[in-house]
């Protein structure tokens, strides 16, 4: 059979498709297709009514008047009902119509097909039979009986009925008459003298010269060049369908083929080269720098994709896998497609590049060859030109934001991506209003150009800095202004238009995002069952664990690229942290953990401190702790980008609710469990220190400082830092206190040693501080502060220095605190408890012994001290009075004393476990 279809008007009914402009009317010889022994012709209606009557009648219209005439209604409509089957079973026919989805489908005919196929499928299709279904109809897209059907008895069949339609119908007969006047019509089943197609050529001439194109199909069989002439008339162009035979069978196929073409899957041009096909389907996606592999699924169907050993993303088109959308005509089209894929020698088309660079838009690396469940062993046509090409660990992004570089781009003609990106790095900065102003002119650009693509993303960046600056401090400038209802602006667009951003909108509207957590949560609970039966001495494999880090990659690398604000939403972040948690889950039973960049940029950039060191507690915790590992490049991108340029924004926006300060911390606890090479932590101590030098550092910050030291030391081992470098960092933290540039948390921080890690450091390794003039100056300063800070300066700062200081220093610290006023206090003196532990403190170190008067004095308050009276102090002095009794009988006395108040202030706390 040859099916090629040769009319160039196929093109302008799938522009019609894609525009929701296409009107197709379904005359008898559909359902006739759909089973012929079942639905007659009305060559057979006409001969049983004929015989019936004895007449030589052939005007279809006239016999059926007259046998209603003979007979009377009912008898005329139970022998029309007797000629079709009771129950109406469709085919493919009526699914690949609907499948077409146009805009309205019509039919003069009375059975039930499609409306079965419409109920069965839940087609978004109303179904309207008179003049009341039509104006409660509420979907755009209707299923118009234009005569009526059997089950509402108002099937239209004599000349009177012919006759009257326009009493009978008047509401649904001018909406037809509209659709006439405005879409392009396809007739469907209609033979030449059709009585009903004569009915709508009345319509046509009678209502207007200016109507679209209409179209009626005929088999090739059936044409006659003059009946084709007389339609020319009515503005209708007859497409020919190609059949070599006469037969039903024939004819159902030509009709199937003919509807394939519409629905792009079938046609002599695709055959012999379904690329244009597959680009087609894509070519709505190459607008975005970066599109998402489900995106890319969507528009195919049929396909899915395999991850070999570096996390590449593979496309295969499915073969026997069986899917939620097999589609067997699109299978045999992809498997062509494949087939015809090149060698490696082999020149690759003009199409097919353009294919690949969409796909590679995807961080797609190849197409599958063939369908094997042995993946290992299985070909595949490779975009990369070499197989060791993706690693894990050396992922390469330019988009400026992963480096966490938010410098603004001016350039002399900016595209709106160059402004889209320049109003999310203004964002991350926290100016939220100069990034609602640039969106603003953005939108009113887009508008102008009708860049609806970038013009969806501004609008949804809109809402965000909107609400935003609601909640902000000029809460009051913007309390008039509302946000965009995306789903009402999307569907003021052209047809044409919303297919080209659906793609979009199904992302900032968040449906993708929600089908993800579903996605992201089941395959999270997987990946830790897996690690569980691991853990229990059990085997688990699966190929699905390298998808994980690429699917990760691909979701953030979708958001930088096509500037989406939507990092601060809950839902995207949770999405990205999950995907951590995979990482981490995955490496559970490994010696050390690796990650990537983007791994590494969620840790800093979606988890707050605390989050994230729960998320590693129970390493941090376990009897074999695990290190991080990471490559040299992606330290070198970590230490000397990353960190370098959060303390660059940290110190310019000047914010107390700068995230900066977060993602400052964030990189040190990371880094804190990572080996780290010498020259590189060089260079990571070096930014330690001008970030210390800053004057708005807080508790938090030096809480992580103080873990990495220890973290260092205990868990990573690492006890080669240079002395150079970690005494630079001690001075910055002098010099700070000296200069008067703490501010209140970093005067906690040396008053009370909350680095307590950092000097044990300096300690265990050796290192030797000889800075005389430094302490000599930091002597000055602690001598001008009240008595209870000179007290806790003294114990928490000098006293750690004199612990890894020379002599010459240690001889300066030595003269200050063995001053009598730290040697003799007064028993009154509201710092008595301090000198004591102050003056324990001078023994533990053996600057000087604690005088006996002073421990008799101590030992007579402590037994007056008052009952339900408790000072915190009295832990470190029992820790200290511990220490000293190794050697030194003098405390024994003392110790009991405060053993005995420590346990009575505990016996307080504890609950009775019965009344």
């Not at 800095?465 to 667009?493: A, G, H, M, P, Q």
């Not at 390794?765 to 300063?781: A, C, E, K, M, P």
Request: charged content about 25%; hydrophobic content about 35%; overall charge negative.
């Amino acid at each position: 059979m040859n099916k090629k279809i040769k009319d160039s008007h196929i093109k302008i009914i799938k522009e019609a498709i894609i525009n929701k402009n296409l009107a197709i009317f379904i005359g008898s010889g559909i359902s006739h297709c759909t089973a012929p022994e079942k639905y007659p012709m009305w060559g057979k209606l006409c001969t049983e009514l004929k015989t019936e009557l004895d007449t030589k009648e052939t005007d279809f219209l006239k016999l059926a008047q007259l046998y209603q005439l003979e007979f009377g209604k009912i008898k005329t409509k139970k022998k029309i009902r007797s000629f079709f089957p009771d129950v109406d079973i469709p085919c493919e026919i009526q699914r690949k119509i609907l499948d077409i989805e146009p805009h309205y489908i019509l039919t003069t005919n009375w059975d039930r097909l499609f409306d079965n196929e419409i109920n069965s499928n839940a087609d978004i299709y109303d179904i309207v039979v008179d003049d009341r279904s039509l104006i409660e109809s509420t979907n755009d897209c209707k299923y118009i009986k234009m005569h009526g059907d059997f089950e509402h008895n108002n099937f239209v069949f004599t000349e009177d009925d012919y006759l009257n339609y326009s009493n009978t119908f008047p509401i649904l007969e001018n909406f037809i008459k509209t659709i006439l006047s405005t879409h392009i019509v396809l007739f469907l089943g209609y033979s030449f003298s059709d009585i009903d197609l004569k009915q709508i050529e009345n319509w046509i001439q009678n209502n207007t010269d200016v109507t679209p194109q209409m179209y009626l199909t005929k088999f090739s069989l059936d044409i006659n060049e003059t009946e084709k002439k007389y339609l020319e008339k009515f503005r209708i162009t007859v497409l020919p369908i190609e059949i070599e035979d006469d037969s039903d069978e024939a004819k159902k196929d030509g009709i199937k083929y003919f509807l394939d073409v519409l629905l792009g899957i079938q046609n002599n041009e695709i055959n012999e080269n379904p690329e244009s096909y597959i680009l087609d389907k894509l070519k709505n996606l190459s607008q975005f720098p970066v599109i998402l592999r489900r995106q890319i699924q969507e528009h195919l169907s049929n396909c899915g994709f395999e991850y070999d050993q570096y996390s590449r993303a593979i496309l295969i088109f499915y073969k026997n896998v069986l899917t939620s959308d097999f589609d067997k005509s699109k299978r045999k089209l992809y498997e062509l497609f494949v087939k015809n894929l090149p060698n490696e020698d082999s020149k690759i088309s003009k199409t097919l590049n353009t294919i690949i660079s969409i796909l590679q838009q995807a961080d797609i690396h190849g197409i599958m060859r063939n369908e094997k469940d042995d993946f290992e062993n299985t070909q595949y046509f490779s975009f990369d030109g070499t197989e060791d090409i993706y690693n894990t660990n050396n992922y390469i992004l330019k988009n400026p934001i992963l480096d966490f570089n938010l410098e603004l781009e001016i350039k002399e003609n900016p595209t709106p991506e160059d402004l889209l990106r320049n109003i999310v790095k203004l964002s991350l900065l926290g100016s939220y209003k100069d990034a609602f102003v640039k969106n603003k002119e953005v939108l009113q650009i887009c508008k102008k150009n009708k860049d609806y693509k970038n013009m969806f993303i501004a609008m949804f960046n809109y809402n965000f800095l909107l609400n935003k600056l609601k909640t902000s401090l000029d809460r009051d400038k913007f309390v008039n202004y509302k946000s965009v209802n995306l789903e009402i602006e999307f569907y003021k667009l052209p047809k044409r238009t919303q297919l080209n951003i659906k793609d979009i909108l199904d992302f900032v509207n968040f449906n993708y995002i929600y089908r993800e957590i579903v996605s992201i949560n089941q395959s999270l609970n997987k990946v830790v069952e897996a690690a569980n039966i691991v853990k229990n001495g059990g085997f688990s494999y699966s190929n699905d664990s390298y998808k994980y880090p690429t699917n990760h990659k691909n979701l953030i690398d979708y958001v930088l690229e096509n500037n989406v604000l939507i990092e601060s939403y809950v839902e995207y972040t949770e999405i990205c942290k999950n995907y951590l948690r995979i990482a981490l889950q995955r490496q559970s039973i490994k010696e050390q953990f690796v990650f990537n960049k983007y791994e590494l940029f969620t840790a800093i950039k979606y988890f707050s401190n605390k989050d994230l060191q729960q998320l590693f507690n129970d390493n941090l915790e376990s009897n074999k702790p695990k290190i991080i590992v990471l490559s040299d490049d992606i330290l070198e991108w970590l230490i000397d980008i990353v960190f370098v340029n959060c303390i660059k924004y940290f110190d310019e926006t000047n914010r107390i609710d700068s995230s900066f300060e977060r993602y400052i911390t964030n990189i040190i606890f990371i880094c804190s469990m990572t080996k780290i090479p010498e020259r590189t932590m060089t260079s990571f101590l070096d930014n330690l220190g001008k970030f210390i030098a800053s004057s708005r550092n807080t508790l938090s910050t030096f809480s992580s400082i103080n873990s990495f030291w220890g973290i260092q030391y205990n868990i990573v081992n690492n006890k080669k830092i240079p002395d150079s470098s970690i005494i630079e960092i001690l001075n910055k933290i002098i010099d700070k206190f000296l200069e008067g540039r703490c501010n209140a948390y970093e005067y906690t921080v040396l008053a009370e040693n909350r680095i307590y890690n950092f000097f044990g450091y300096l300690n265990n390794i050796g290192v030797i501080y000889s800075d005389t003039q430094r302490v000599q100056n930091l002597i000055i300063t602690i001598k001008k502060l009240e008595s209870k800070e000179r007290i806790d300066f003294c114990m928490n700062l000098l006293f750690q220095l004199y612990r890894i200081s020379d002599e010459s220093v240690k001889v300066l610290i030595k003269e200050y605190v063995s001053d009598k006023e730290f040697s003799n206090p007064k028993k009154d003196d509201n710092n008595f408890i301090n000198l004591f532990m102050f003056n324990l403190s001078l023994q533990i170190l053996e600057i000087t012994n604690v005088p006996d008067k002073l421990i008799k004095q101590f030992e007579e308050l402590i037994q007056n001290y008052p009952k339900h009276t408790f000072n915190s102090i009295f832990y470190q002095i029992q820790k200290q009075l511990d220490f000293l009794l190794k050697n030194d009988n003098r405390y024994k006395n003392l110790k009991d004393s405060i053993d005995e108040i420590i346990k009575n202030k505990e016996k307080d706390f504890l609950i009775p476990s019965q009344l």
